[in-house]
Protein backbone atom coordinates (compact mmCIF):
# COMPACT_ATOMS: atom_id res chain seq x y z
CA UNK A 1 0.00 0.00 0.00
CA UNK A 2 1.12 3.40 -1.53
CA UNK A 3 1.63 6.76 1.08
CA UNK A 4 -1.20 7.88 -0.65
CA UNK A 5 -3.28 5.05 0.05
CA UNK A 6 -2.74 5.22 3.78
CA UNK A 7 -3.02 8.82 3.95
CA UNK A 8 -6.70 8.26 2.41
CA UNK A 9 -7.32 5.01 4.63
CA UNK A 10 -7.09 7.77 7.63
CA UNK A 11 -3.37 7.00 9.28
CA UNK A 12 -1.72 9.84 8.28
CA UNK A 13 -4.76 12.39 6.76
CA UNK A 14 -3.22 14.25 3.53
CA UNK A 15 -3.38 15.40 -0.04
CA UNK A 16 -1.74 16.67 -3.17
CA UNK A 17 0.71 13.97 -2.35
CA UNK A 18 2.44 12.91 -5.46
CA UNK A 19 4.34 10.33 -5.31
CA UNK A 20 6.10 10.75 -8.90
CA UNK A 21 7.18 14.06 -7.96
CA UNK A 22 10.76 14.56 -8.63
CA UNK A 23 11.58 16.12 -5.55
CA UNK A 24 9.00 13.46 -3.36
CA UNK A 25 11.63 11.32 -1.24
CA UNK A 26 10.33 7.83 -0.55
CA UNK A 27 12.88 7.21 2.28
CA UNK A 28 11.46 9.71 4.48
CA UNK A 29 7.73 8.94 3.25
CA UNK A 30 8.95 5.28 4.58
CA UNK A 31 9.98 6.85 7.77
CA UNK A 32 6.73 8.70 8.19
CA UNK A 33 4.51 5.34 7.44
CA UNK A 34 6.83 3.52 10.44
CA UNK A 35 5.71 6.22 12.93
CA UNK A 36 1.62 6.59 11.34
CA UNK A 37 2.00 2.76 12.37
CA UNK A 38 1.21 3.90 16.03
CA UNK A 39 -1.16 6.02 15.48
CA UNK A 40 -4.45 3.65 16.41
CA UNK A 41 -2.43 0.97 18.37
CA UNK A 42 -2.80 0.66 22.40
CA UNK A 43 0.12 -1.21 22.66
CA UNK A 44 4.01 -1.63 21.33
CA UNK A 45 4.34 -3.42 18.21
CA UNK A 46 6.14 -6.05 16.77
CA UNK A 47 8.23 -5.69 13.79
CA UNK A 48 6.36 -7.63 11.46
CA UNK A 49 3.10 -5.71 12.82
CA UNK A 50 4.87 -2.37 11.62
CA UNK A 51 5.94 -3.74 8.39
CA UNK A 52 1.86 -4.60 7.86
CA UNK A 53 0.58 -1.83 8.95
CA UNK A 54 3.02 0.55 7.08
CA UNK A 55 2.62 -1.04 4.10
CA UNK A 56 6.11 -1.85 3.14
CA UNK A 57 8.05 -5.09 2.87
CA UNK A 58 9.59 -6.79 6.66
CA UNK A 59 13.12 -6.33 5.32
CA UNK A 60 12.18 -2.43 4.47
CA UNK A 61 10.38 -1.91 7.68
CA UNK A 62 13.41 -3.15 9.78
CA UNK A 63 16.47 -0.88 7.91
CA UNK A 64 13.46 2.21 8.58
CA UNK A 65 13.14 0.91 12.30
CA UNK A 66 16.54 0.17 13.08
CA UNK A 67 17.33 4.11 11.17
CA UNK A 68 14.78 5.57 13.54
CA UNK A 69 16.17 3.66 16.67
CA UNK A 70 19.20 5.23 16.07
CA UNK A 71 18.17 8.69 16.14
CA UNK A 72 15.89 8.43 19.14
CA UNK A 73 12.63 8.28 17.14
CA UNK A 74 11.96 4.89 17.76
CA UNK A 75 12.50 2.56 20.99
CA UNK A 76 12.04 -0.62 22.83
CA UNK A 77 9.35 -0.56 25.19
CA UNK A 78 9.95 -0.92 29.21
CA UNK A 79 9.20 -4.57 29.10
CA UNK A 80 11.12 -5.12 25.94
CA UNK A 81 7.76 -6.46 24.15
CA UNK A 82 7.93 -4.60 21.12
CA UNK A 83 8.34 -1.03 19.82
CA UNK A 84 6.89 2.45 20.62
CA UNK A 85 7.40 5.88 19.46
CA UNK A 86 11.12 7.28 21.28
CA UNK A 87 11.19 10.51 23.34
CA UNK A 88 12.70 12.94 20.51
CA UNK A 89 9.11 12.81 18.74
CA UNK A 90 7.99 15.36 21.54
CA UNK A 91 10.70 17.40 20.52
CA UNK A 92 8.58 18.26 17.24
CA UNK A 93 5.59 18.58 18.94
CA UNK A 94 7.06 21.51 20.99
CA UNK A 95 8.19 22.68 18.06
CA UNK A 96 4.85 22.93 15.98
CA UNK A 97 3.08 24.14 19.20
CA UNK A 98 5.54 27.30 19.85
CA UNK A 99 5.52 28.23 16.54
CA UNK A 100 2.07 27.86 15.21
CA UNK A 101 1.11 31.76 15.66
CA UNK A 102 -2.68 30.72 16.42
CA UNK A 103 -1.66 28.40 19.33
CA UNK A 104 0.58 31.27 20.52
CA UNK A 105 -2.08 33.23 20.38
CA UNK A 106 -5.00 31.41 21.57
CA UNK A 107 -3.24 30.15 25.23
CA UNK A 108 -4.18 33.73 26.60
CA UNK A 109 -7.33 33.50 25.27
CA UNK A 110 -7.91 29.81 26.43
CA UNK A 111 -6.70 30.32 29.85
CA UNK A 112 -8.96 32.78 29.85
CA UNK A 113 -12.18 31.13 29.10
CA UNK A 114 -10.93 28.08 30.83
CA UNK A 115 -11.46 30.20 34.56
CA UNK A 116 -14.56 32.17 33.11
CA UNK A 117 -16.51 28.69 32.58
CA UNK A 118 -14.85 26.22 35.15
CA UNK A 119 -15.49 23.37 31.88
CA UNK A 120 -12.71 21.56 29.70
CA UNK A 121 -11.59 24.03 27.10
CA UNK A 122 -9.78 22.73 23.99
CA UNK A 123 -8.40 24.48 20.83
CA UNK A 124 -8.26 22.26 17.87
CA UNK A 125 -7.46 22.51 14.07
CA UNK A 126 -8.61 21.43 11.21
CA UNK A 127 -6.93 19.04 8.79
CA UNK A 128 -8.38 17.77 6.49
CA UNK A 129 -11.40 15.07 7.54
CA UNK A 130 -10.54 15.30 11.14
CA UNK A 131 -9.64 17.80 14.35
CA UNK A 132 -6.61 17.58 16.29
CA UNK A 133 -6.08 19.34 19.40
CA UNK A 134 -3.45 21.16 19.88
CA UNK A 135 -4.55 22.35 23.19
CA UNK A 136 -6.77 21.19 26.06
CA UNK A 137 -7.40 22.72 29.62
CA UNK A 138 -8.77 20.11 32.24
CA UNK A 139 -11.63 20.09 34.38
CA UNK A 140 -12.38 18.58 37.42
CA UNK A 141 -13.38 15.07 35.48
CA UNK A 142 -11.46 13.83 32.96
CA UNK A 143 -10.15 10.94 31.79
CA UNK A 144 -6.22 10.30 29.99
CA UNK A 145 -8.35 10.43 26.35
CA UNK A 146 -9.37 13.65 26.89
CA UNK A 147 -6.23 15.20 28.32
CA UNK A 148 -3.72 14.19 25.18
CA UNK A 149 -2.60 16.96 22.76
CA UNK A 150 -2.81 15.96 19.34
CA UNK A 151 -5.53 13.47 20.04
CA UNK A 152 -8.02 13.77 16.74
CA UNK A 153 -11.39 13.80 15.78
CA UNK A 154 -13.85 13.39 12.99
CA UNK A 155 -15.04 16.62 11.54
CA UNK A 156 -18.54 14.65 10.64
CA UNK A 157 -19.81 13.90 14.50
CA UNK A 158 -17.96 16.69 16.53
CA UNK A 159 -19.28 20.05 18.01
CA UNK A 160 -16.11 21.36 16.53
CA UNK A 161 -15.98 19.87 13.21
CA UNK A 162 -20.03 20.81 12.89
CA UNK A 163 -18.82 24.73 13.79
CA UNK A 164 -15.86 24.25 10.78
CA UNK A 165 -18.08 22.86 8.17
CA UNK A 166 -21.05 25.43 9.39
CA UNK A 167 -18.76 28.32 7.46
CA UNK A 168 -18.31 26.53 4.55
CA UNK A 169 -20.44 25.63 1.36
CA UNK A 170 -23.21 22.98 0.68
CA UNK A 171 -21.18 21.13 -2.24
CA UNK A 172 -17.89 21.12 0.70
CA UNK A 173 -20.00 20.19 3.43
CA UNK A 174 -21.27 16.98 1.08
CA UNK A 175 -17.40 16.09 -0.14
CA UNK A 176 -16.40 15.82 3.68
CA UNK A 177 -19.62 14.04 4.52
CA UNK A 178 -19.10 11.82 1.57
CA UNK A 179 -15.37 11.19 2.08
CA UNK A 180 -15.60 10.12 6.03
CA UNK A 181 -15.78 6.93 7.39
CA UNK A 182 -19.12 8.04 9.21
CA UNK A 183 -18.68 5.27 12.03
CA UNK A 184 -20.74 5.16 15.24
CA UNK A 185 -18.34 6.30 17.38
CA UNK A 186 -20.61 5.94 20.28
CA UNK A 187 -24.64 4.42 19.99
CA UNK A 188 -25.66 8.40 19.99
CA UNK A 189 -23.36 9.55 16.71
CA UNK A 190 -24.85 10.71 13.60
CA UNK A 191 -23.78 8.86 10.74
CA UNK A 192 -26.81 9.75 8.81
CA UNK A 193 -25.58 12.24 5.83
CA UNK A 194 -28.83 14.22 5.87
CA UNK A 195 -28.42 14.41 9.92
CA UNK A 196 -25.07 15.45 9.81
CA UNK A 197 -26.66 18.23 7.32
CA UNK A 198 -29.29 19.69 9.69
CA UNK A 199 -26.46 19.38 12.34
CA UNK A 200 -24.49 21.62 10.27
CA UNK A 201 -27.45 24.08 9.35
CA UNK A 202 -28.40 24.46 12.86
CA UNK A 203 -24.76 25.50 13.71
CA UNK A 204 -24.79 27.77 10.75
CA UNK A 205 -28.12 29.05 12.10
CA UNK A 206 -27.28 29.20 16.28
CA UNK A 207 -23.75 30.44 15.54
CA UNK A 208 -22.32 27.90 17.19
CA UNK A 209 -22.52 23.59 16.89
CA UNK A 210 -23.72 21.03 19.84
CA UNK A 211 -22.87 17.72 19.86
CA UNK A 212 -24.11 15.15 22.56
CA UNK A 213 -22.53 11.87 23.37
CA UNK A 214 -21.33 11.43 19.99
CA UNK A 215 -17.49 11.17 20.98
CA UNK A 216 -17.93 10.69 24.60
CA UNK A 217 -20.85 9.57 26.40
CA UNK A 218 -22.15 11.87 28.62
CA UNK A 219 -20.43 14.68 27.66
CA UNK A 220 -22.07 17.46 26.01
CA UNK A 221 -19.42 19.70 23.93
CA UNK A 222 -20.56 22.51 22.29
CA UNK A 223 -17.70 24.57 20.00
CA UNK A 224 -17.43 27.56 17.77
CA UNK A 225 -15.41 27.99 14.70
CA UNK A 226 -12.14 30.31 14.42
CA UNK A 227 -11.73 31.86 10.80
CA UNK A 228 -9.18 33.34 8.69
CA UNK A 229 -9.13 36.61 7.15
CA UNK A 230 -10.51 35.58 4.02
CA UNK A 231 -13.59 33.34 6.58
CA UNK A 232 -11.67 29.85 6.03
CA UNK A 233 -12.38 27.63 9.26
CA UNK A 234 -8.98 27.13 10.38
CA UNK A 235 -10.35 25.16 13.92
CA UNK A 236 -12.82 25.58 16.52
CA UNK A 237 -12.79 26.14 20.19
CA UNK A 238 -14.55 23.98 22.57
CA UNK A 239 -16.04 23.86 25.59
CA UNK A 240 -17.59 20.51 27.29
CA UNK A 241 -18.84 19.55 30.40
CA UNK A 242 -21.14 16.53 31.70
CA UNK A 243 -24.99 16.37 30.92
CA UNK A 244 -24.62 15.09 34.90
CA UNK A 245 -24.27 18.40 35.52
CA UNK A 246 -25.72 20.32 32.70
CA UNK A 247 -29.31 20.34 30.50
CA UNK A 248 -28.20 21.30 26.90
CA UNK A 249 -30.15 24.04 26.53
CA UNK A 250 -28.74 25.99 29.71
CA UNK A 251 -25.54 25.02 28.98
CA UNK A 252 -25.75 26.38 25.79
CA UNK A 253 -26.97 29.62 26.93
CA UNK A 254 -24.41 29.52 29.43
CA UNK A 255 -21.52 29.02 27.48
CA UNK A 256 -21.95 29.35 23.95
CA UNK A 257 -21.64 33.78 24.41
CA UNK A 258 -17.80 33.15 25.94
CA UNK A 259 -17.37 30.61 23.33
CA UNK A 260 -18.11 32.94 20.28
CA UNK A 261 -16.30 36.04 21.96
CA UNK A 262 -12.91 33.51 22.33
CA UNK A 263 -13.01 32.44 18.82
CA UNK A 264 -13.89 35.91 17.80
CA UNK A 265 -10.70 36.95 19.37
CA UNK A 266 -8.68 34.75 17.91
CA UNK A 267 -10.05 35.24 14.11
CA UNK A 268 -8.58 37.49 12.17
CA UNK A 269 -10.16 39.74 10.04
Sequence with gaps: MSYVQRAEYGVRPASHVDE????????????????????????PLSLNEIATASGMGRSAAQRVVHTLRQLGYVERDADDRGFVPGIRILDHTRDYLRLNPLVARASPVLLELRRNVRERVDLSLRDGLR??????????????????????VPIYCTSGGRAVMAH??????????????????????????????????????????????????GEVALATAILAPDGTPLGAIHIAGSLSEWEPEGFCRRFAPLASEAAGALSRF
Excluded: C, W
Aim: no cysteine; charged share 30%; net charge negative.
Design 20 to 43: DDPLFVQAVARAMQVLSAFHDTGR
Design 131 to 152: LVYAARLQSKRETFFATLVGQS
Design 168 to 217: LSDAEVDEIIERSERREITPKTITDPEGIRAKVREARQNGYALAMEEVLQ
